[in-house]
């Protein structure tokens, strides 16, 4: 029974008049998203004190999502049950800052992101950052949000795409030269020669296994060039090529 009909059936009990009780389920699902609301400011400042001098490689980032996933959906029954008000402004904007920053962590914990890369990412964010190696302080979620990287994570979430896509094609490259090391050619002295005792000349033997290698290989390498992300390693390609 929705509270409305359990308030008008105590008059009704009492003998008193009904008075109609329509907003009293509205009045408590009001409260209810309110509550809500203060209970997620709470968790996220609970959760930010303890993120912010975290270096960003112990930051449960599965957490994270999940985290700005229920709060969003708090923020959106707020605008449906609510009027304007500045708790929900204010939560909304907090939230759009984490959302914001966890593809950026994402993207900076990512193992294939090189020096090459960090250097792409400092030029987009106008300023050199540590790398958290070589006794530089770390990387924590206080620096990030002193640079501003949350206002460049599709830039720096296209960087580490690109590292990773290049690492990919490396590891291509690795299967060609693999498949070459282990490439038995089969040589021999040449026949002829050998009987007239010279031993500097030599011939294949049977050259299917070669070819079928030389076939495979030609096709990692040709996927490889054309690849857009291919300009790093173009000279590893074009020594196979």
Known sequence: MRLAEEYESYQTVLKLPVLPCTEVDNLQQSLTVLEGMWGAFGEISEKEEKWHAAPIDQIDTAEMRGMIGRVSKLIAQGHRCLPPNSMASKLADRVEVLSNLEPVIVSLRNPHVKAAHWDKIDEVVGMPLPRGGNGE????????????????HKLISRIAVEATQEADLLDSLEKVRVAWANTDFGVRPHKDLKEAGATVAYVLGGVDDVLA??????????????????????????AWD
């Open 137 to 152: 302080p770390p990387v924590t979620l206080d620096l990030l949000l002193s640079a501003g990287l949350q206002d460049h």
């Open 213 to 238: 290698v030389h076939e495979e290989t030609q096709l990692l390498v040709r996927a490889v060039a054309g690849s857009p992300f291919v300009g790093p390693v173009y000279e590893e390609v074009s």
